[in-house]
């Protein structure tokens, strides 16, 4: 029977880090580190932020679409991918990722621009849903997190003093040639979400 993985997301305007872990007895461990290309060659990156101002609404709204309409196609593919390596040793089971910056995205880009709160976060949450939405369509729970909570979090999942987690993280990660800060939280997360589904299962 394959055990349960889970995947801490750190999102970004095009692109995304996926760290995924599983827990052996007690202990997490780290089984898959990758990047996921969220953006299409030819389509831009940002948007909201830049190609968008100035446009006509319609062509406007057709392309905000398109970016959209990859993203999706993206994390999806990426999600899926990293689910079929899982296999057949673990089963990924839920993806773990920071609060949106914004509660919901306006549907039209002049609505979006109407706001320049919304404006500078937009093009974030584009990819953000982007992500959720493809975990959803693939049957993977989705955890939210507020950012810096996820060590904090992870502490009182595994049931440590909150100082015995940056260790812990750091030991995770340790052959890894990149496992910066933002790696560590992805993880920790995962911890939290994994833990989550293991409860659902008892």
């Known amino acids: 029977m394959a055990e349960f993985a889970a995947t801490g997301v750190a999102d ?3 692109w995304a880090i996926l760290v995924t872990v599983a827990i052996d007895g007690d202990d997490p461990i780290l089984l898959d580190v990758r990047r996921a290309e969220l953006g ?19 062509a406007a709204d057709r392309l905000i679409a398109q970016v959209r309409a990859a993203a ?5 593919a990426a999600l899926s991918r990293l689910r079929e390596d899982l296999m057949p040793g673990h089963r990924l089971t839920a993806i773990a990722i920071r609060t949106p910056v914004l509660p919901y995205l306006p549907d039209s880009v002049a609505d979006v621009h109407a706001s320049w709160h919304t404006s500078c976060r937009a093009d974030g949450v584009l ?74 299962q008892e």
């Open 72 to 76: 999706y196609a993206n994390a999806h």
């Open 12 to 14: 970004h305007s095009g």
């Open 40 to 58: 299409e060659p030819g389509l831009p990156t940002m948007p909201y932020e830049h190609e968008t101002r100035g446009m006509a609404a319609d």
């Open 127 to 200: 990819y953000h849903n982007a992500i959720t939405g493809a975990a959803s369509a693939l049957n993977l729970a989705t955890v939210t997190m507020d950012r810096g909570s996820e060590e904090g979090a992870a502490a009182a999942a595994v049931g440590l003093e909150s100082w015995r987690i940056p260790p812990l993280l750091r030991k995770l990660g340790r052959e890894q040639r990149s496992w910066t800060a933002e790696h560590r939280r992805a993880a920790a997360a995962a911890i939290c979400c994994l833990r989550d589904q293991d409860h659902d």
